[in-house]
């Protein structure tokens, strides 16, 4: 059985920092693309950093370029996204998810497997 695991949301002010972790088990976590998605109350789930199998690509949304780092410990099983400078539009609950694949995508369909999601708060 697949799993993954998130952690490491919280409450933050604006301009602070998280790093999210995701732990994945069940499936040869090095053979497959990694995503991280997230959605904020009201609106869709959207797209905010894909990493390759190797982790030698990635790719972000243009609104956390520059401030979040995706990376991945393929001996660990575990993702990571590293979130500075933070700010308040940030907030959402963020999911990491396993693709189909090794490739990027930033398509949703894409990823089979989803953790359950950790909530991020950044106040003003």
């Known amino acids: 059985q697949v799993q993954l695991v998130e952690s490491g949301g919280g409450l933050v002010q604006a301009g602070g920092s998280l790093r999210l972790s995701c732990a994945v088990s069940g499936r040869a976590f090095g053979s497959y693309a990694i995503g991280w998605f997230r959605q904020a109350p009201g609106k869709e789930r959207e797209f905010v950093s894909t990493i390759s199998w190797s982790g030698g690509s990635t790719y972000y949304r243009d609104s956390v370029k520059g401030r979040f780092t995706i990376s991945r410990d393929n001996v660990q099983n575990t993702a990571y996204l590293q979130m500075n400078s933070l700010k308040p539009e940030d907030t959402a609950v963020y999911y990491c998810?396993?693709?189909?694949?090794?490739?990027?995508?930033?398509?949703?369909?894409?990823?089979?497997?989803w953790g359950q999601g950790t909530q991020v708060t950044v106040s003003s």
């Open positions: 998810a396993l693709g189909n694949g090794r490739d990027l995508r930033m398509s949703q369909y894409y990823y089979t497997y």
